[in-house]
């Protein structure tokens, strides 16, 4: 009897592992190059204000604001997907995800609603045009 929970803990361990490996593997292969992820991490206040005004905007897309929702309360919770402790991913991977969510946000909502609302610098807009691979 105890060697079948004890199997059953293992097995959960093992499968929790092994979609951590995954999610980690699937953050560094979509990362921006080493240049984005500094300017990222140079433009995370501003980008973080930009997600949260975009949420804010009733005339986003439903899945807009659900994605901003979605990333914001993981930007807020202590838990990261990537330990601090880890060396190049650690304190990257909210710069990162947080570019991949803009990504995807500003294919769907438009640059236009980008432009509107970004807080910071012409500079850093062109920034994030970049980040994000817009024209």
Same mark, same amino acid.
């Given at each position: 009897?105890?060697s079948d !929970?004890w199997? #059953?803990v %293992?097995? *959960?361990?093992a499968g929790a592992?092994?979609?951590?490996?995954g999610? *980690?593997a699937?953050?560094w292969i979509?990362?921006? =190059?080493?240049v984005?992820?500094r300017?990222? %991490?140079?433009l995370?206040p501003?980008m973080?204000?930009?997600?949260?005004r975009?949420?804010? =905007?009733?005339?986003?897309p439903?899945? !807009?604001?659900?994605?901003?929702? $979605?990333l914001?309360?993981y930007?807020? $919770?202590? #838990? =990261?997907? /990537?330990?601090?402790? #880890?060396?190049? +991913?650690?304190?990257? =991977?909210d710069?990162?995800? !947080?570019? +991949?969510v803009l990504?995807? /946000?500003?294919?769907?909502?438009?640059p236009?609603?980008v432009?509107k609302?970004w807080?910071?610098?012409?500079?850093g +807009?062109?920034a994030?045009?970049?980040?994000?691979?817009?024209?």
């Amino acid at each position: 009897m105890w060697s079948d !929970v004890w199997l #059953i803990v %293992l097995g *959960v361990v093992a499968g929790a592992a092994l979609i951590w490996a995954g999610l *980690v593997a699937a953050l560094w292969i979509g990362k921006p =190059d080493e240049v984005g992820v500094r300017e990222a %991490l140079r433009l995370l206040p501003d980008m973080l204000r930009l997600l949260k005004r975009l949420a804010a =905007d009733p005339a986003m897309p439903r899945g !807009v604001r659900v994605r901003l929702a $979605l990333l914001l309360a993981y930007l807020a $919770l202590p #838990i =990261d997907l /990537v330990p601090d402790f #880890i060396p190049v +991913l650690g304190y990257a =991977d909210d710069a990162i995800i !947080v570019a +991949l969510v803009l990504r995807s /946000v500003t294919r769907r909502a438009g640059p236009e609603a980008v432009k509107k609302h970004w807080p910071g610098t012409p500079e850093g +807009l062109a920034a994030v045009r970049r980040l994000c691979r817009l024209r």
